[in-house]
């Protein structure tokens, strides 16, 4: 099945920082990704739609200024969670559909543990 | 709206066979879906029905009913490894997956 990468696996921060995380479809190009946010024993939230070439579509209540999502290329999706606070710790993945298909099934990223300090 | 539930937590017995339900509400639907996560994991494909009826793949199957807004998977011969998050999702045509709070499926000996 089609491959997403998701990098880094975890990332520990100071409040006040930045932090990247990239997503790749490595064998596949994804002119949309989805990122999703989860809490501890929660479910996965959508937090926006990642367009190709075009701005992000975010979920009500999810801050754009903050959660800055470029998609620059076909395989490549980055999320950036600018101004990181405790609050922000949690588990995010992103996720992509292979057009090449006709299945509507997700592929997900291994996830990113952030943890503000 | 984007309604999506299921029950919170289930517990069964190695050996046992286990019906994990999900109800849904929403326009537009163009699919339902199971996967399966372990803590600290990404979530794995397991099942997707489009149409009406039973989807059998392994020791797991997974029914839907369109008109009832319903859907169940069924899990058989369970194991220990089968400890996990069982999270219920619906997709409309072309956008993401929208995810139930998932059931945590706790298998014991």
């Known amino acids: 099945g089609a491959v997403v990468s998701q990098h880094p696996s975890w990332v520990i921060c100071k409040s006040g920082t930045s932090v990247k995380i990239e997503c790749r479809s490595l064998d596949f190009q994804a002119t949309t990704m989805f990122w999703y946010r989860q809490f501890p024993k929660q479910s996965l939230m959508l937090m926006a739609t990642?367009?190709?070439?075009?701005?992000?579509?975010?979920e009500q209540g999810v801050e754009k200024d903050k959660f800055l999502i470029n998609h620059a290329s076909l395989t490549l999706s980055t999320l950036t969670v600018t101004s990181a606070h405790p609050e922000d710790s949690s588990f995010y993945i992103c996720?992509?559909?292979?057009?090449?298909?006709?299945?509507?099934?997700?592929?997900f990223g291994s996830g990113t543990q952030l943890s503000v300090l | 709206g984007q309604n999506i539930d299921q029950p919170t937590e289930m517990t069964a017995t190695e050996g046992a066979i286990v019906q994990i339900n999900c109800t849904y509400q929403?326009?537009?639907?163009?699919?339902l879906f199971w996967y399966q996560q372990h803590a600290g994991e990404a979530p794995t494909f397991l099942s997707y029905?489009?149409?009406?009826g039973l989807e059998e793949k392994g020791r797991f199957s997974s029914f839907l009913s369109r008109s009832k807004g319903y859907s169940y998977l069924l899990l058989k011969e369970l194991q220990m490894k089968d400890s996990a998050s069982y999270l219920c999702?619906?997709?409309?045509?072309?956008?993401?997956?929208?995810f139930g709070k998932g059931t945590t499926l706790s298998v014991s000996s």
């Open positions: 990642s367009n190709e070439g075009s701005k992000a579509t975010y």
């Open positions: 029905n489009v149409l009406d």
């Open positions: 999702a619906y997709n409309q045509a072309g956008t993401a997956l929208i």
């Open positions: 929403t326009s537009g639907f163009n699919g």
């Open positions: 996720s992509a559909r292979d057009l090449g298909t006709t299945n509507e099934k997700l592929f």
